[in-house]
């Protein structure tokens, strides 16, 4: 099962940049999916970028479509999620997720499809 812990996470000002990193370990293959959800408060946890490790397909939810950008560094075992022009709506509880394999692209959206979950860091923009 893939391990995860994310870090990077921040106060930034309204237009500014935040880069959040997740490493990944235990016994990963090169078939894990992995993904980066948010919750802010009173909100439900929303689906924001997800990545194929093999072949590196990458989703984006229509809000950060432009401004985010979700990478990965086989070497490391490490995905990134590099955020720009960041808006007050961004504030929240970034999370990595991870799952082994593949998952269909009309599922890697959903939060249901990923068994592994790190702690969440705090991204918070001001305006």
């Known amino acids: 099962q893939v391990q995860v812990a994310e870090s990077g996470g921040g106060l930034v000002r309204a237009g500014g940049s935040l880069r959040l990193s997740c490493v990944t370990s235990?016994?990963?293959?090169?078939?894990?999916?992995m993904a980066w959800f948010r919750q802010a408060p009173g909100k439900e946890r929303e689906f924001v970028a997800a990545v194929r490790w093999r072949g590196g397909n990458t989703i984006y939810a229509d809000s950060v479509k432009g401004r985010f950008t979700i990478s990965k560094d086989n070497a490391k075992d490490t995905v990134y999620l590099q955020m720009t022009s960041l808006r007050s709506e961004d504030t929240a509880v970034y999370y990595c997720?991870?799952?082994?394999?593949?998952?269909?692209?009309?599922?890697?959206?959903?939060?249901?499809?990923?068994?592994?979950w790190g702690q969440g860091t705090q991204v918070t923009v001001s305006s």
């Open positions: 235990g016994r990963t293959s090169s078939t894990k999916t």
């Open positions: 997720a991870g799952t082994e394999g593949h998952i269909i692209i009309s599922q890697m959206g959903s939060p249901a499809s990923y068994d592994s």
